[in-house]
């Protein structure tokens, strides 16, 4: 008898524009998972990606279709009609979650970014035989009330206590936001929504998944860990992007330092650090970028120029001498010859990505940072400057840096956002609004 063939179905649960005030005006930035699960041999037997939240379908409509030609998995967005909860909307789709008979379900939340070890938080999942795997981190006894904490046998790895945000301190051991799951989920969910309509619940459709699922399930024999020892950040600010950014940068050139750019300054531009640049892209051999630089398709970028620690989006061109630093420029703007976009850079902090796959001493500019503040609380306060973002705008960043290649892909609602910043004009520590005109240095502003 032929056996059959495990399919594995990924979930990202990316919320909607209720959500993430305090990630705006960017909004939202959605992890990479969805292209190392997508890229062979990450996961082999992927059957399909589904993306659940409430956004409208239209915003996702050209991130769907240009993802899912890229790597030749089926992609999808599934809108709720109203928010569920993070269980509630995962049990709102089980018919699709499971019309191919997957065996196996990753569900990642959108608001993180990790190595994400998909392939060993697989085989740990399948050893232990149970309902659900979550993916754990140590983190500092400060900050662990920010997350939901767990307590997990050392030896079986089985989850025996979970609490979400809790008051006084249980566990250094947190919850990173990745699972998979069998079916058996499901029933786990509904036995919820069935307990709720038999003693007449108010909120019986709105179900979370940290509270509602996992606390009643630890220390049933049904959930365990597995933890990681890589790098993971809760994405919670604009400026976290940048950090995030350089993260996965230093990540490439562990598993694949061909990818990132090279160069002298010769017949080529000077590249200090880890340092993407789209193939599409020209960069004038005169430039010097880096460290911790990305740059998108069919940006153009003139002699002289310098770029250090930014994101530049699709269609941007940087005319001569201009510099940016600590920054994210939004797609098809145009920065004018010596202008200046920037965070202001006061006090500094280093922040060390002590394992060996992610080689990293990454300078983080603040605003306001105290000296005396502990380890992991600089990432609320970030200076960065940010050009060309709406207030409405769902921002994906996707990243695909393992076994293949390279991939950054932005998106929002209304495509071709641009703001111009004119000569020697100089913007420091704002944010600026689509479609816009600077011909004045701006500093600690938001131009709507």
């Known amino acids: 008898m032929e056996a059959s063939v495990e399919k594995v179905v990924a979930v990202i649960m990316v919320g909607g524009p209720t959500k993430g005030t305090r990630f705006r005006p960017l909004s939202f930035n959605t992890p990479e998972p969805l292209f190392p699960l997508a890229g062979q041999p990450m996961i082999p037997n992927l059957a399909q990606v589904l993306l659940i939240g409430f956004y409208e379908e239209r915003d996702f409509a050209l991130y769907v279709s240009s993802i899912s030609n890229e790597l030749k998995v089926p992609i999808r967005y599934l809108r709720e009609d109203k928010p569920h909860g993070s269980a509630g909307g995962f049990y709102y789709f089980r018919d699709i979650i499971m019309e191919d008979d997957p065996t196996h379900i990753f569900l990642l939340n959108f608001d993180i970014c990790c190595s994400f070890p998909l392939h060993d938080m697989l085989e740990a999942h399948r050893r232990f035989g149970k309902m659900g795997t979550l993916l754990v981190i140590r983190v500092s006894a400060e900050s662990a009330n920010q997350f939901g904490e767990l307590v997990a046998d050392p030896v079986t790895k089985e989850v025996l206590h979970y609490t979400e945000k809790p008051e006084t301190f249980v566990s250094d051991l947190i919850n990173c936001g990745v699972y998979v799951f069998t079916p058996e989920i499901f029933s786990a969910i509904q036995d919820v929504f069935s307990y709720r309509e038999d003693t007449g619940w108010i909120s019986k459709d709105f179900v979370r998944l940290d509270q509602d699922i996992l606390s009643p399930l630890a220390g049933k024999k049904q959930l365990y860990t597995y933890e990681t020892m890589e790098f993971w950040e809760q994405i919670k600010t604009p400026g976290m992007s940048l950090k995030c950014s350089a993260l996965y940068l230093a990540q490439s050139n562990f598993a694949s330092p061909h990818l990132l750019a090279t160069g002298n300054g010769t017949k080529s531009a000077t590249i200090v650090g880890y340092v993407y640049v789209h193939p599409s892209a020209k960069v004038h051999s005169t430039a010097k970028i880096g460290p911790n630089v990305s740059i998108s398709a069919n940006v153009r970028v003139a002699a002289g120029v310098r770029l250090l620690s930014c994101i530049i989006l699709d269609d941007v061109e940087i005319k001569e001498n201009a510099v940016v630093?600590?920054?994210i420029v939004g797609w098809k703007s145009s920065l004018g010859r010596w202008s200046r976009v920037q965070a202001s850079f006061l006090p500094v902090k280093s922040v060390i990505c002590k394992h060996a796959r992610c080689d990293l001493s990454l300078v983080l500019p603040t605003s306001d940072f105290d000296t005396t503040e502990a380890e992991g609380d600089y990432s609320s306060k970030l200076g960065i400057t940010i050009l060309g973002w709406p207030l409405s705008v769902f921002h994906l960043h996707a990243q695909y840096n393992f076994y293949a290649?390279?991939?950054?892909?932005?998106?929002?609602?209304?495509?071709?956002?641009?703001?111009?910043?004119?000569?020697?004009?100089?913007?420091?520590?704002?944010?600026?609004?689509?479609?816009?005109?600077?011909?004045?240095?701006?500093?600690?502003?938001?131009?709507?």
């Open 405 to 448: 290649h390279v991939l950054r892909i932005w998106l929002v609602s209304d495509a071709g956002e641009a703001v111009t910043v004119e000569d020697e004009v100089v913007v420091t520590n704002s944010i600026i609004l689509p479609n816009k005109t600077l011909n004045l240095s701006v500093q600690d502003e938001i131009i709507l």
């Open 325 to 327: 630093m600590h920054a």
